[in-house]
């Protein structure tokens, strides 16, 4: 998006960007009500500027939320394990007047004592919102197809897109703006790296990611990340080389080898991302002062060392902490609670 200038706010506590004027935010945040959340690619780079902008502004300003989704009833339906998504989401939705009911769903896989439609036909009725961990993709959008209410992509097996959002809200921090950054992924093709490379050609970033062959990402998320970088500016390079893809990087992120769902893989897998390892010396082909990334939960020594996952260039307990931040800006964008808090320049200008 042409139009789209980036700049480092200057108020104390990290980084709101001055992306978007009052009545383009309201446009795209109300376009975003009552929708759905199952890939990046639902949002326009507009409406991810906006969810970021809100991110941020929930972060510095948590005070001025605190009653805006009063008595929104949130259900979670999980097939797999998790940490933070839960915990975040249950957090997020409490601490701005909703409440959360979770449901354990790793011992039968939805849809099988009843069909999707049936179940959404059923939940819309007392629920404002429904949130899914899936092993299948098509879960997720075959309930959002049926659903009245939003319905949010927890992670499955294409996207994790709640993730990405809280990524990219850490490297504007870090940087001011994700826009022209050189964000490397290196190792799966996977989930989590789908959502990434959505999420940098929406922001403008120059996304560099290597996979052993075999592990690319799928053919249609690089088609469509590359058709977003087209309007912002980003590129997106496809490698085999993780040397290549880290050098002159600004973010060196990796996730698992294997997946939630891959387990019976893991053995045949480890040799092959062995020379994907994100570790001292790879590390030291990117820029001095790159940050390294990674979603968590890390199998530690195997895709990253635990000298670069707790060494001073990593970040993952801030995107942790950015999970939280991320989730109510987009609580409060489906559910019709976003509002645009100005920054101190902002407040000044309208009470000169
Ligand atoms: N990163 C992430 O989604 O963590 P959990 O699997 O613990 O939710
Ligand atoms: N790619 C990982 C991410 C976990 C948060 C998985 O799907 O298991």
Same mark, same amino acid.
């Given at each position: 998006m042409g139009s789209k200038s980036v700049t480092l706010n200057p108020e104390a506590t990290g980084v709101t960007l001055g992306i978007q004027s009052d009545t383009a935010f309201h446009e795209e945040t109300k376009r975003l009500q009552g929708r759905d959340l199952c890939s990046v690619a639902d949002l326009t780079v507009g409406q991810m500027a906006a969810i970021m902008e809100l991110a941020h502004a929930v972060k510095s300003h948590p005070e001025d939320f605190r009653h805006s989704l009063d008595a929104r009833q949130m259900v979670m339906f999980f097939e797999k394990a998790s940490l933070r998504t839960r915990l975040t989401f249950e957090a997020a939705i409490n601490t701005l007047g909703g409440n959360a009911i979770f449901v354990d769903q790793t011992q039968s896989p939805l849809g099988e004592r009843e069909s999707l439609p049936d179940m959404a036909h059923n939940i819309e009725r007392w629920m404002s919102l429904i949130v899914l961990r899936t092993y299948s993709h098509e879960t997720i959008t075959e309930m959002a197809a049926c659903s009245k209410v939003p319905v949010i992509n927890a992670l499955s097996d294409l996207e994790h897109p709640c993730q990405a959002i809280a990524d990219f809200m850490t490297i504007e921090e870090r940087f001011g703006s994700a826009e022209g950054i050189h964000f490397a992924y290196v190792g799966d093709g996977n989930n989590v790296c789908h959502s990434l490379m959505l999420a940098a050609a929406q922001l403008g970033a120059h996304c560099y990611?290597?996979? %052993?062959?075999? $592990?690319? %990402?799928? +053919?249609? !998320? *690089?088609?469509?990340? *590359?058709?977003? #970088?087209?309007?912002?500016?980003?590129?997106?390079?496809?490698?085999?080389? %993780? !040397?290549?893809?880290?050098?002159?990087? &600004?973010?060196?992120?990796? &996730?698992?080898?294997?997946?939630?769902?891959?387990?019976?893989?893991?053995? @045949?897998?480890?040799?092959? $991302?062995?020379?994907?390892?994100?570790?001292?010396? +790879?590390? #030291?082909?990117?820029?001095?002062?790159? *940050? $390294?990334?990674?979603? +968590? %939960?890390?199998?530690?020594?195997?895709?990253?060392? &635990?000298?670069? +996952? &707790?060494?001073?260039? #990593?970040?993952?307990?801030?995107?942790?902490?950015?999970?939280?931040?991320?989730?109510?800006?987009? =609580?409060?964008?489906? =559910?019709?609670?976003?509002?645009?808090?100005?920054? #101190?320049?902002?407040?000044?200008? @309208?009470?000169?």
């Open positions: 990611v290597a996979t %052993p062959r075999g $592990f690319a %990402p799928k +053919l249609e !998320i *690089i088609h469509k990340a *590359i058709e977003i #970088s087209e309007q912002t500016g980003g590129t997106i390079t496809l490698l085999n080389d %993780p !040397i290549k893809a880290v050098t002159g990087a &600004d973010a060196v992120y990796t &996730d698992v080898c294997t997946s939630m769902g891959f387990e019976h893989e893991a053995a @045949r897998r480890a040799p092959i $991302f062995k020379p994907y390892q994100v570790n001292e010396e +790879l590390m #030291s082909h990117a820029q001095p002062h790159a *940050i $390294f990334m990674h979603c +968590l %939960p890390a199998h530690r020594n195997a895709e990253v060392t &635990d000298a670069v +996952l &707790d060494g001073p260039q #990593s970040v993952v307990f801030d995107q942790a902490e950015n999970r939280l931040h991320a989730q109510k800006a987009i =609580l409060l964008t489906l =559910l019709g609670g976003a509002k645009r808090i100005p920054n #101190s320049r902002e407040r000044g200008r @309208r009470r000169a």
